[in-house]
């Protein structure tokens, strides 16, 4: 059973910055393509950041520019860095792997909430 599990959320002021992780406990995480969704309050989960086993990244128009994907294939984690925040960023954020659908595959964690307030 794969088991994903975010952290480093907080409450920030609108300007500031976040780094998020994903410890993924699947030995072919290195091999797959992994996303990064939100969701906000009585919204839909939406996939915002996505990276291919070889590094290429791809980004939801709303957070291009301020948020950067990326892994570590040896420590099976997937990281957000989120610059730059603002109150629509406000959400629960979950990492999964992506399918050719953008959808998420695995059973979804807990997710890490980020309140941006202030």
């Known amino acids: 059973q794969v088991q994903l599990v975010e952290s480093g959320g907080g409450l920030v002021q609108p300007g500031g910055s976040l780094r998020l992780s994903c410890a993924a406990s699947t030995i072919v995480f290195r091999l797959v393509r992994m996303g990064w969704y939100r969701q906000a309050p009585g919204k839909q989960r939406d996939l915002i950041a996505q990276i291919t086993s070889d590094g290429r990244t791809n980004y939801a128009d709303s957070v291009k520019g301020r948020f950067t994907i990326s892994r570590d294939n040896a420590e099976k984690t997937l990281y957000l860095q989120i610059n730059n925040l603002k109150p629509e960023d406000t959400a629960v954020y979950y990492c999964?792997?992506?399918?050719?659908?953008?959808?998420?595959?695995?059973?979804w964690g807990q997710g890490t909430q980020v309140t941006v307030s202030g």
């Open positions: 999964n792997r992506v399918d050719s659908q953008g959808l998420g595959t695995l059973q």
